[in-house]
């Protein structure tokens, strides 16, 4: 092996003599140099200046940071060796407490780095005369500074990663507890409830249930009715952060914070999100409500809607509301679906087939009956001429064998069941 010559020996040591000058410097100076650097990385990482307990542990984790990366340099500490502060550690289980990305973690680690660099070479600059000793002290310096960014990030982001997890699920743990108390009517202080979930009950409410006929494993499911929850809330017009609460096997149960107005979400619009994004998954929702109670009322109305909705099986619509009168009666009749069976049976007779020509009928005629009677009326709610909604409507009435003024509270009842429950109710045959 071939030895450098003793020129290069000597820079070497010089180099090396002047990296500890430069740690001994640092250490002298660690509370100025911390002071800067948190004041440099608060600025530029955005994420860290929301609370200002964070920027407190942010200067303990940088002053612990330095003082150990000082440690490194003036005793040559090998690189297996390392270890993160516990400080540096802490700051880390902190951020991830905090749902601080780990993104910011990660870049507060390079600027400070950056920052450090550009300091140190600014004093060996100044300090060391010969540049091939200065250019030797920076580059070992620079090597120092890289293993131990490397090694020291490396661990913090599995502290944080680790803390992350535990947090999210005892969080998941505590938000489903207090759901399932405030759906089971229990009287809870709205300071705790919310300090919980996360969410305000201040204010109404509007209660959604997701939920799909297709097999998904569960962080996918997951993942999609986070999605579209966050699709319906923008339909809904909610400016806050909706809350997805627990599954109960059949769906995921949400809530969409809807402030104190008092306008109702525009369904069309809800329906037409909900059908662009594709996922295949159904929506039921209930009437907003306000407070406590109505985080629970409005709750209990979406669960109803769903009812109705899984009845009806592939004929169910994207999204079924509870506003809708139909379906608070549908969603009674669907409680019993063998007497709802024969309500139908009984006062439809061949109106009620499973055929695309009943179906036809019946919607006319239901139509017809909501509008008390009126030709126009229904003309302009089914978008049809005057004259083909007589037609239709006599021609339900010869199907059905019965003048309309005849049990006319069950022939409503028998419309309403067919047009939400579909398969559930329908004669597969005319009677």
């Known amino acids: 092996m071939i030895r450098p010559p003793t020129g290069a020996d000597a820079t070497a040591r010089l180099a090396e003599a002047r990296v500890v000058a430069l740690a001994e410097y640092l250490r002298a100076h660690l509370p100025e140099l911390t002071a800067q650097l948190q004041a440099e990385l608060a600025a530029r990482v955005t994420d860290l200046q929301s609370d200002p307990r964070l920027l407190e542990l942010l200067y303990g984790s940088t002053e612990s940071n330095l003082e150990t990366l000082t440690e490194v340099m003036r005793y040559g500490i090998p690189e297996e060796d390392l270890t993160a502060p516990s400080a540096a550690e802490e700051y880390a289980r902190r951020l991830a407490r905090h749902g601080t990305s780990s993104t910011a973690l990660i870049r507060a680690y390079r600027l400070a780095q950056e920052y450090v660099l550009d300091w140190a070479f600014d004093w060996i600059a100044a300090e060391e005369p010969d540049p091939a000793v200065a250019h030797a002290a920076g580059r070992r310096f620079t090597r120092v500074t890289f293993r131990y960014i490397d090694r020291v990030s490396e661990r913090v982001v599995h502290v944080y990663e680790a803390e992350r997890e535990r947090y999210l699920a005892n969080r998941g743990t505590v938000r489903a507890a207090m759901i399932t108390s405030l759906l089971a009517g229990e009287r809870i202080k709205s300071a705790a409830a919310e300090a919980a979930l996360g969410y305000a009950l201040g204010q109404r409410h509007l209660g959604v249930v997701i939920w799909g006929g297709d097999r998904r494993t569960s962080t996918q499911e997951l993942h999609h009715c986070e999605a579209l929850l966050a699709e319906v809330a923008t339909a809904a017009g909610s400016r806050g952060q909706p809350l997805l609460g627990r599954n109960d096997g059949a769906g995921s149960w949400g809530w969409i914070p809807l402030g104190h107005g008092g306008e109702l979400p525009d369904l069309a619009e809800i ?30 109305e979406a669960l109803r809607a769903r009812s109705v909705a899984m009845a009806a099986g592939d004929r169910a619509r994207a999204v079924t509301s509870f506003t809708d009168p139909g379906v608070r009666a549908a969603a009674l009749l669907s409680a019993d679906l063998g007497a709802a069976r024969r309500l139908v049976r009984d006062a439809l007779g061949a109106l009620g087939a499973d055929t695309e020509a009943a179906a036809r009928l019946r919607g006319t005629l239901l139509a017809f009956v909501t509008e008390k009677g009126s030709y126009v009326a ?6 049809l001429h005057k004259n083909t909604v007589k037609y239709r409507v006599d021609r339900a009435l010869q199907e059905r064998g019965r003048p309309l003024g005849e049990d006319r509270l069950d022939l409503e009842l028998a419309l309403i069941a067919c047009e939400w429950l579909g398969d559930a109710v329908l004669a597969p045959e005319a009677a």
């Open 271 to 300: 329906q037409r999100r909900v059908i662009a994004a594709g996922t295949g998954l159904r929506v039921a929702l209930g009437t907003p409500s306000a407070g406590a109670d109505g985080f629970r009322l409005s709750h209990l």
């Open 378 to 383: 229904t003309a302009e709610r089914t978008h």
